[in-house]
């Protein structure tokens, strides 16, 4: 059970390990730590954290999800998607309160691997995710306006209409040098993609442009001007006391991280899955997000997640175990310890550059058509996820992205139920295998006069029951007997059961006979186990139609005592 629950790749990537493919890994290691150096600086900043913080989250929580993850090549770190959340947490509970729901986010993730629900996640319908995500897009990058145009401007406004309200009351205050570095870095990363897409091309266009910054003296905001000195050695923050109600007050928001946690670490564990050619244990990864989001605030970390870029430039670099990843939070270490005197005179224009970019690529506009193109419904239920997303709150978007969803998915299912009713001759056909081989019978058997059979189509379920009641309703008193045949039903709940009890208590205080054919074997348990049985004999039920009428026809037909 626990195998089932908690397998982390580390105990069986290596079986065959060779000494070409841990030079590979190690290797890969150091391509995707000059990658995250960059990112996890720039996930830091527009956290609304320090440099150092988005660092050490890559560098601790990196080094444990590769140790303990469900897929052999994951790497973990600060992601763009959390930098919203952080930030808004950020502003709404201090550091501390941040810190303090990463920390229960990760027990809850550990949480849901343990009980299984990593395979759940799955039912959360794309329009959600998509119209999150783009809300995100957007959200990150505003955000990146102010330092793209070097805007002589304080604190950024939360709120999407006070931002953009801020950025037109100072565009006056525009740095034609920022911009400058800005555009610059934008045409090094893509000219260096569109050469060689394997290319740290960011890491190499932030040294280009960071180097003709400071050759020049441009004058322009630079993480040194805005954070001081880097360094590793940050100021402990006590995350304990953590009685029952300061958990109360953070657990929407540790809720959140948990949730988006995992949808991200799952989707990128997919994405390797598909670059590989092997398949992740989600529960074992969501375990692992969960131990690494309780190590990184420890460490003065922020929520740590699956990162698909990083991930995908380590399968493209060779990588094939855990050992990429692990050497890749070493050596992201080392590059810190000995480069910190060096990467304060990054500028923050460069940064945003690269933030805007990361922003364009997850906001997965090519998707917005396909969903406009589906259904009305699911456009709606993007648009609703994108709008609160961006205008008013996480958290809020993703409860009613997937409120909307839910009804919507009852909705359809409800009206794809039906119910219809059986009149004439039902043809049954048998087989019997006798010595001279198969032989095939068919028989022709009438519905009696005195029974109605009625067919259900589609869900048996609460959102179906209004519909199933009143057809029975306008259908007026039956006859006597009355079968319900269950062939196309493939789960019932408990709405149905109290349903279906009271028409069979009905049917008995008429004097009539009620029979339930063709249950399949989890609707049958359900239906015995439940207290319909108090008002439907067991012998009413029959596993085919057939056996039911044959049934009525020798009562019918047996001579009286």
């Known amino acids: 059970m626990l195998k089932d629950r908690f397998f982390p790749m580390i105990f069986t990537s290596f079986a065959g390990y060779t000494w070409s493919q841990m030079v590979k890994d190690l290797s890969a290691g150091v391509l995707v730590a000059i990658v995250a150096l960059p990112i996890s600086i720039a996930f830091g900043i527009a956290s609304g954290v320090t440099p150092a913080i988005g660092l050490m989250t890559a560098i601790v929580g990196g080094f444990i999800v590769s140790m303990f993850s469900g897929s052999s090549v994951q790497v973990a770190g600060p992601t763009g998607s959390f930098i919203v959340i952080v930030y808004e947490i950020l502003m709404q509970y201090g550091l501390k309160g941040l810190m303090q729901s990463t920390l229960i986010a990760g027990f809850l993730l550990i949480a849901m691997g343990a009980s299984g629900v990593g395979s759940w996640l799955r039912f959360i319908s794309r329009p959600v995710v998509v119209g999150f995500t783009a809300g995100i897009a957007v959200t990150i990058f505003t955000s990146q306006i102010k330092d793209s145009l070097g805007l002589d401007l304080g604190t950024v406004p939360a709120h999407f209409v006070d931002k953009m309200l801020a950025f037109w009351q100072n565009i006056e205050s525009v740095n034609p040098y920022a911009v400058f570095i800005f555009v610059l870095t934008l045409i090094l990363i893509q000219s260096i993609h569109y050469f060689k897409k394997t290319f740290p091309a960011h890491f190499i266009s932030l040294v280009a442009v960071t180097a003709l910054s400071y050759f020049f003296q441009f004058p322009v905001e630079t993480i040194q001007s805005r954070f001081g000195k880097l360094s590793l050695a940050l100021e402990y923050v006590s995350l304990f006391p953590l009685d029952l109600d300061r958990i109360t007050v953070l657990f929407p928001a540790a809720f959140t991280i948990a949730i988006l946690g995992a949808i991200e670490s799952l989707l990128c564990a997919l994405v390797a899955d598909g670059m590989v050619g092997e398949r992740h244990r989600s529960n074992t990864e969501l375990i692992a997000q969960g131990l690494a989001n309780i190590a990184t605030p420890l460490f003065g970390g922020i929520p740590v997640s699956g990162a698909i870029a990083r991930t995908a430039a380590n399968v493209r670099a060779g990588a094939k175990t855990p050992l990429a990843g692990l050497s890749h939070a070493v050596y992201l270490f080392i590059i810190v310890f000995f480069l910190q005197d060096t990467v304060v005179y990054i500028p923050m224009a460069s940064l945003a550059a690269i933030l805007m970019l990361v922003a364009y690529n997850m906001s997965e506009w090519k998707s917005w058509r396909h969903i406009y193109q589906s259904t009305k419904a699911d456009f709606l239920i993007f648009l609703t996820t994108f709008g609160i997303t961006v205008f008013l709150d996480l958290i809020a ?149 057939e056996n039911l009428l044959e049934h009525l026809q020798q009562t019918q037909t047996a001579p009286p005592r």
């Open 397 to 545: 978007a993703i409860q009613v992205g997937v409120l909307m969803s839910a009804f919507l998915f009852v909705d359809r299912m409800s009206k794809a139920a039906s119910i219809k009713k059986l009149e004439g001759e039902f043809m049954t056909v048998t087989s019997t295998k006798s010595q001279k081989g198969e032989a095939t019978d068919v028989k022709s058997l009438k519905i009696p006069p005195d029974l109605d059979v009625f067919e259900f189509q589609g869900a048996l379920f609460f959102g179906a029951y209004a519909k199933f009641d009143l057809t029975f309703h306008e259908l007026g008193r039956y006859k006597k007997n009355i079968a319900l045949r269950f062939n196309q039903i493939a789960t019932i709940d408990g709405t149905a059961i109290y349903f279906l009890k009271g028409f069979a208590e009905e049917t008995a205080r008429d004097g009539g006979k009620l029979f339930f054919v063709e249950l399949n074997d989890d609707c049958y348990e359900t239906v015995i186990n439940s207290t319909l049985m108090e008002s439907l004999p067991k012998e009413n039920i029959f596993p085919k139609l």
